[in-house]
């Protein structure tokens, strides 16, 4: 597959994804746990059906230390017994912040279950990293950005 759009040779695209880049860079330096957001973004990428999101964030998951069996259960979470509470209701409120066009919201009782396990810090980054992978995994759908090549790391 060949992407429509590079990213690098379109200046316009190149200033958006600096701003969004800094904005990304709030996240990963807040108390949120590193492994919840890998989480996270894979499974926001795995329903919007982004392969160059979900390539770059199950390597990224691997190279930080995620378990291999952590990242092939993700897409089934509910039935699996490797995540924590808080981990489920992190994946719980992506799901549900993700899927927005079904048309039921987020819940009042995914948003409960997650200021169990969060602070409001931690649900503020949690909100924003929802919100931040969706637009990552928009720009790439739209453009086709082809997956496989990526190296963890090699975006910084």
Known sequence: MEARLSYFGNPLAMTFAKYINSA??????SALPAATQELVKIR????NG???CT?????DAV???ESQVRINLVAAWREATVFTDAERAALELTEQGTRLADGAGVSDDAWAHAAKHYDEEQLAALVCLIALINTYNRINVITRQPA???QPGQWG
């Open 24 to 29: 990304g860079k709030a996240v990963t330096d």
């Open 44 to 47: 926001a990428s795995q329903i």
């Open 50 to 52: 982004c392969s160059a």
């Open 55 to 59: 390539d770059m964030h199950t390597k």
């Open 63 to 65: 190279h930080a230390g």
């Open 148 to 150: 496989g090549d990526y």
